[in-house]
């Protein structure tokens, strides 16, 4: 009896305080997951490689950012990217004390500057911390920003490298040259700011004729450059876009497109060897403001990757195709004078005729107005049937 009297005495107690827990909750939670909820960019796979979504060029408040590198890892997974670069300027750290002023002389592009007492390779481990605490299946590329006279030398981005602040010199073609010993790439960021020129100064032709720069940003956060389409074209430069963030991506690409400015990287898989292979190879895209920009090959290819076509029905006096996208990039076609929305996920059904002259009928060759390549134009591409 005493025994049965204890087991119930127990089973009250337990009653009691799990009801009691139950019915008086001190904290609701309401998402089942506290995992980032990330924007996924659907694109397709071109020629065999996948589109990368990468970010090289972004600022923390280590240089004159107002994320810190935690913070931008996050952004970066969140806006549906794989791939980001920290590149905090070299020579300006406003956000921290201690810092070495860069003194340049009146007359002279470069006289004596020092790298601010911050060590970039720290920076780079925080932003590894981060990913590696959220788990992010991303890659962060090592890098950091030389920052000279906008007139005369401007600034470059040194990325892939293994000693970030090894790479550093006072004479900037010293630095590319430190880095590219390092396995690294260099790349010309925002080559018309404050020039309203994208044309080469003396710095510029030295430091290509040298071989030092293997790509050029054709979009600068919200700003594209037209005329340096031709120049990758022509000297076998690998295009950019990049959003060069200070701030919160969101801030500004909420209210330009569905997405961030990014480069597009057509590689096998998300390893810095490849990765980097695919860039020096020029197998990149720049997507900006909905706008694909890059060589005509790879347009091409990407648009008839993106987009279905099929042939649904064949009159006497033309054909009927049905264009399906199926990735997350708004595609802008013309045909003379009309021109079809062909939005993300969805299908369009396009009546084309007959040639008046030839009498044949009218080849699904459309001029894609959300792609840019060499010279300001819009690529003509003829999307290929029944893929
Ligand atoms: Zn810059
Ligand atoms: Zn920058």
């Not at 911050?118 to 920076?123: D, E, G, M």
């Amino acid at each position: 009896m005493k025994r049965m009297i204890m087991t119930l005495a127990f089973v009250a107690l337990y009653v009691f305080t799990t009801s009691a827990q139950k019915t008086i909750p001190q904290v609701t939670t309401f998402a089942r997951t506290t995992k980032a909820n990330r924007t996924e960019i659907i694109l397709p796979q071109v020629k065999g490689y996948t589109c990368y979504k990468g970010d090289f060029h972004v600022h923390t408040t280590y240089s004159d950012g107002k994320v810190n590198p935690a913070g931008r890892v996050m952004e970066a997974w969140l806006d549906g990217l794989d791939i980001v670069a920290i590149t905090d300027h070299y020579e300006h750290h406003s956000g921290v004390k201690n810092v070495i002023k860069a003194i340049t002389m009146k007359d002279s592009t470069v006289i004596n500057y020092r790298m601010a007492k911050v060590s970039h390779n720290k920076i780079h481990e925080e932003a590894v911390a981060q990913l590696e605490k959220e788990g992010f299946p991303m890659l962060l590329v090592k890098g950091g920003e030389i920052t000279r006279k906008a007139e005369t030398i401007g600034h470059f981005n040194m990325l892939f490298l293994q000693d970030i602040d090894a790479a550093f010199d006072a004479d900037p073609a010293e630095a590319f040259r430190k880095a590219k010993a390092q396995g690294g790439i260099v790349i010309h960021n925002h080559p018309a700011y404050r020039r309203k020129t994208c044309d080469k100064t003396e710095f510029h032709q030295q430091v290509y004729a040298e071989g030092l720069v293997d790509g050029v940003e054709v979009v600068n956060g919200t700003g594209f450059y037209p005329p340096i389409v031709r120049r990758c074209i022509d000297e076998g430069l690998t295009m950019f876009a990049n959003t060069d963030e200070h701030y919160l991506t969101e801030r500004r690409y909420g209210a330009v497109d569905r997405f961030r400015t990014m480069t597009l990287v057509l590689a096998n898989e998300l390893t810095e060897a490849s990765i980097k292979e695919a860039i020096l190879d020029r197998r990149t895209i720049a997507f900006a403001g909905g706008a694909l920009i890059g060589e005509q090959m790879w347009l091409s290819e990407f648009l008839n990757a993106a987009v279905d076509c099929r042939l649904v029905k064949t009159a006497e006096d033309g054909r009927t195709f049905r264009l399906t996208n199926n990735s997350s990039v708004a595609m802008t076609l013309r045909l003379g004078h009309r021109i079809y929305l062909l939005e993300p996920f969805k299908s369009l059904l396009i009546d084309l005729g007959k040639n008046k002259e030839s009498g044949e009928y009218l080849p699904p060759i459309f001029e894609v107005e959300n792609m840019w390549h060499i010279d300001y134009q819009h690529p003509k591409i003829e999307l290929a049937l029944d893929k």
